[in-house]
C-alpha cells in the first residue's frame, strides 16, 4: 500500500489523517487495517512506535461510522484495554484526534481518577470505551459498565498485561462479552504464555508482524564487560560508584530481581538515589518513580524490559543491561533508551562467559560487533573465545561526552580502581574503554589474530 486512501478509509478519516501529517501506512498499518476493515480477529505482533495505535483505530472508528447507532447508557460498543494509564490516556488521545470530523463518543477511565466523571460519561453512552483492566472490572462490578453490547475487544500490549498479572483480568472481562465479536491483540512479542492467551480469546484470527527494528543509534557507545557470575554485583557497584552523577537505567531479566538490586545500590554507594518499576509494582508507584527520575530527584532506574516500555525520559546518558536480553531484540530498545536526539550516549552491558552466545545473537541483530573490555577490576577468566573489540559494521561509534556519577562506593568493592566512564573513541573507531583509570594512557586494542 502507498498511500491511506489504498485502504479504503472514509473521507473524514483520511482528512484527519492529513491534517495530523500523516502521509503513507507503516507496515503494521498496510497489514492490519485491510484485515481489521473486514472484521476479522487478528493477532498483531509490533512494538511501540510504529503506528500500532492507528493500526488498530483507524478501522474501529470506520466499522463504528458506517454501523452506528445510538450509544446507549453503561454500554460501550467497542472496549480497548491497555496495561497503565500513561498508555490508555495516549490511545484516547489518538481517538479524539482522528474522529475531530466524526460523531462519536469515546471515554477514558483508568485507576487513581475519581469514579464521578467517569460514570457520568458511561451514563450518557460511548461508542468506545478506553480503559485499564483494573478498573474496567471494578466498573463491571458496579455494574456501571455492561458488556452486553461490546461488538470489538481490542488489547493493546497483551504482553506487558500478562506481566502485570492482568491475564484473569482479562479472561474475565472477555468472558462477560457476547459471543460474536471480533477480538484484537497487538503485543511487542510472541511468547509462549501470548499465544495461550491468543488461543483462549481469538476465533481464527489473522496473524500480522511489523518488521524487526535492528538499527542502533550512531550517537551510542557499546561495550561489553566480561565478568564472572561472583562478581557481576561487584562490577556493578564499581560503575554506578563513579564520579560525575548522571542519569541511567540499569535492565534486568525478571521482576524478582528489581527490589533487591535497588536495596544494594543504596547500601554500596552512598549518597545515590535509586529506584525500580516492574510489573508487580502499583501504577501509583511507578507513577511517582517516573516522575522522581525525569525530575532527577532519583539517578537510577532499574526495570524490566517490559515495565520500561514506553518510557519517554530524556536525558539518560547510560543504559547498563545488568542482564543480558533474552531475545536479541530486546538490546535495540533498551539502549535506545540514550543517544537521543543527537546526544551521546553509553551502553555498557555485563555479560558472563557463559553468555557468549546471547552476545553474539546480539550481535548478529544489531549488524556489528560490540567491544570487549576487560580493562575492570574483575575480569572474567581467560577464554580462548575472548575477541577483542573490532570496527563497527557501517556504524561507526562517536565521540561521548563524559558523563557519569558521583557518590563513593560504601564498600571496597572497586578495589581501589576508580574510572570515568569515558569513551575514548572516534568516528569509526569503536573503543571497549568503557572507563579510564585516572593518570593512565589510552590503550588501543589490537584485534586477536
Same mark, same amino acid.
Not at 473524514?12 to 503513507?24: M, S
Not at 565521540?399 to 571496597?412: M, Q, V
Given at each position: ?23 503513507? +501506512?507503516? +507496515?503494521? $498499518? ?14 498483531? &505482533? ?15 472508528? $470506520? ?26 490516556? $495516549? ?10 470530523? &466524526? ?67 482479562? !479472561? ?32 481464527? #484470527?489473522?496473524?500480522?508482524? @511489523? ?103 530524556? =536525558? ?22 540514550? =543517544? ?23 550481535? $548478529? ?5 560490540? +567491544? ?8 572474567? #577468566? ?11 559494521? =557501517? ?7 563524559? #558523563?557519569?556519577?558521583? =557518590? ?18 572516534? #568516528? ?5 574503554? @568503557?572507563?579510564?583509570? +585516572?593518570?593512565?594512557?589510552? !590503550? ?6
Amino acid at each position: 500500500m502507498t498511500s491511506f486512501s489504498d485502504l479504503t478509509l472514509v473521507e473524514p478519516i483520511l482528512r484527519a489523517l492529513e491534517k495530523q501529517g500523516y502521509e503513507t +501506512p507503516t +507496515p503494521i $498499518q498496510s497489514s492490519a487495517i485491510p484485515l481489521l476493515l473486514e472484521g476479522k480477529d487478528l493477532m498483531g &505482533i509490533a512494538q511501540t512506535g510504529g503506528g500500532k495505535t492507528a493500526a488498530f483505530v483507524l478501522p474501529l472508528l $470506520q466499522r463504528l461510522s458506517h454501523e452506528r447507532t445510538r450509544p446507549k447508557p453503561n454500554m460501550p460498543t467497542a472496549i480497548i484495554i491497555a496495561p497503565t494509564r500513561e498508555l490508555a490516556s $495516549q490511545i484516547g488521545k489518538a481517538i479524539q484526534v482522528f474522529t475531530r470530523d &466524526i460523531k462519536m463518543f469515546h471515554t477514558v477511565v483508568y485507576g487513581g481518577a475519581p469514579y464521578g466523571p467517569q460514570m457520568q460519561d458511561l451514563k450518557r453512552g460511548v461508542d468506545i470505551l478506553v480503559a485499564t483492566p483494573g478498573r474496567l472490572m471494578d466498573h463491571m462490578k458496579r455494574r456501571t459498565i455492561i458488556l452486553d453490547n461490546v461488538q470489538t475487544f481490542i488489547l493493546d500490549e497483551a504482553d506487558r498485561m500478562l506481566d502485570m498479572g492482568f491475564v484473569d483480568d482479562v !479472561q474475565e472481562i472477555s468472558s462477560k462479552m457476547p459471543k460474536e465479536h471480533q477480538t484484537v491483540m497487538f503485543s511487542a512479542t510472541m511468547s509462549p504464555q501470548i499465544k495461550r492467551l491468543s488461543k483462549s480469546l481469538l476465533n481464527k #484470527p489473522e496473524y500480522v508482524e @511489523a518488521p524487526r527494528e535492528t538499527a542502533v543509534a550512531e550517537t551510542i557507545n557499546h561495550s561489553v564487560l566480561m565478568v564472572s557470575r561472583d562478581h557481576k554485583k561487584d562490577l556493578l557497584m564499581h560503575l554506578l560508584g563513579m564520579p560525575d552523577k548522571t542519569k541511567v537505567i540499569v535492565f534486568v531479566r525478571t521482576k524478582a530481581s528489581t527490589e533487591a538490586l535497588v536495596e544494594d545500590i543504596q547500601n554500596a554507594i552512598e549518597g545515590i538515589k535509586a529506584n525500580c518499576i516492574h510489573g508487580d509494582k502499583p501504577q501509583r508507584a511507578r507513577e511517582r518513580t517516573l516522575r522522581s527520575f525525569k525530575n532527577d530527584r532519583i539517578s537510577v532506574l532499574v526495570a524490566t524490559d517490559v515495565a520500561a516500555r514506553g518510557i519517554d525520559v530524556s =536525558g539518560i546518558t547510560h543504559v547498563i543491561n545488568y542482564d543480558l536480553p533474552m531475545e536479541a531484540e530486546n538490546y535495540v530498545h533498551r539502549v535506545g533508551r540514550t =543517544g537521543r536526539a543527537g546526544a551521546s550516549g553509553i551502553a555498557i552491558s555485563i555479560c558472563e562467559p557463559r553468555e557468549r552466545n546471547l552476545l553474539r545473537s546480539i550481535e $548478529q541483530m544489531i549488524e556489528m560487533k560490540v +567491544p570487549v573490555d576487560n580493562d575492570h577490576p574483575f575480569p572474567a #577468566p581467560a577464554h580462548k573465545e575472548r575477541r577483542a573489540p573490532g570496527k563497527a559494521k =557501517g556504524r561507526p561509534f562517536s565521540k561521548t561526552k563524559k #558523563p557519569s556519577f558521583k =557518590g563513593k562506593p560504601k564498600a571496597a568493592a572497586n578495589s581501589g580502581k576508580r574510572g570515568d566512564f569515558r569513551s575514548k573513541s572516534g #568516528p569509526g573507531k569503536p573503543s571497549g574503554r @568503557a572507563f579510564a583509570k +585516572p593518570g593512565s594512557k589510552r !590503550q588501543s586494542f589490537k584485534r586477536a589474530s
